[in-house]
């Protein structure tokens, strides 16, 4: 059956540290995966695309990798700030029409 | 632009009553998706419109579940009746084709409990 799996434990670290979360999927060939944040109370919130031909993509202090022989996305959140903790989900399209199919998430809690 | 409006924010209802969230999409956005998000399952895809035509409703979990696009600025999703399961947070998002970015935007939610 298809997964995306995220760690469903928060991942707690210390201000001004690298925050690394994983995204592994089985049974997909996506032709690109997305990197969402929500917030408590709100909708997720679109933050970085990248395409299976891409190796690594950058947003400010954010980075995202995508391996698709190990079938694993890498996202980081360097020097990490208060305001960085949220959840983030990852997602990728099953199979084109603009559809995505969502992980369940994965708590960052940046402490000061 | 307002980005995309849900309402109401949220629902309280008892078993078996009829119950209606509405969804206005970003102006100009050609798709539209409607989510729901437990704890336990995540966020999952219910249904999704292209230019106001239904693509995929695999994902309505029973027919208790229909949804409407009646024009390209409002959707509805409806649930009737209701049971306590049933009880999410649904969000609608919309986007727009040709982009490239396949970014989706997500409205604020509808907290469902249905008593």
């Known amino acids: 059956s298809q997964k995306i799996e995220q760690n469903s434990e928060a991942l707690n670290i210390q201000e001004g540290k690298t925050a690394t979360l994983t995204c592994n999927y089985t049974n997909y060939s996506p032709a690109y995966l997305q990197w969402y944040r929500q917030d408590p109370g709100r909708g997720p919130v679109f933050l970085l695309l990248?395409?299976?031909?891409?190796k690594e993509k950058r947003k400010e202090r954010l980075k995202v990798t995508f391996d698709t022989t190990l079938k694993q996305s890498l996202f980081h959140i360097t020097a990490s700030q208060p305001a960085d903790s949220a959840t983030y989900l990852c997602a990728l399209d099953p199979g084109g029409n603009n559809r995505l199919a969502f992980g369940k998430g994965n708590q960052v809690v940046v402490i000061p | 632009d307002a980005g995309v409006i849900q309402s109401p924010r949220h629902e309280v209802t008892e078993m078996g009553q009829e119950v209606t969230l509405r969804c206005k999409p970003i102006s100009g956005h050609d798709y539209l998706f409607w989510y729901r998000q437990t704890m336990m399952r995540g966020l999952e895809l219910l249904i999704y419109f292209n230019n106001n035509v239904p693509i995929d409703d695999s994902g309505m979990p029973e027919d208790r579940f229909s949804a409407k696009m009646p024009n390209a600025s409002f959707s509805t999703l409806k649930i009737q009746p209701s049971e306590p399961r049933d009880s999410a947070v649904y969000f609608c998002?919309?986007?727009?084709?040709?982009?490239?970015?396949?970014?989706?935007?997500f409205g604020p939610g509808t907290r469902l409990t249905v008593t």
């Open positions: 990248i395409r299976e031909n891409e």
């Open positions: 998002a919309s986007s727009l084709s040709g982009q490239g970015s396949y970014e989706q935007y």
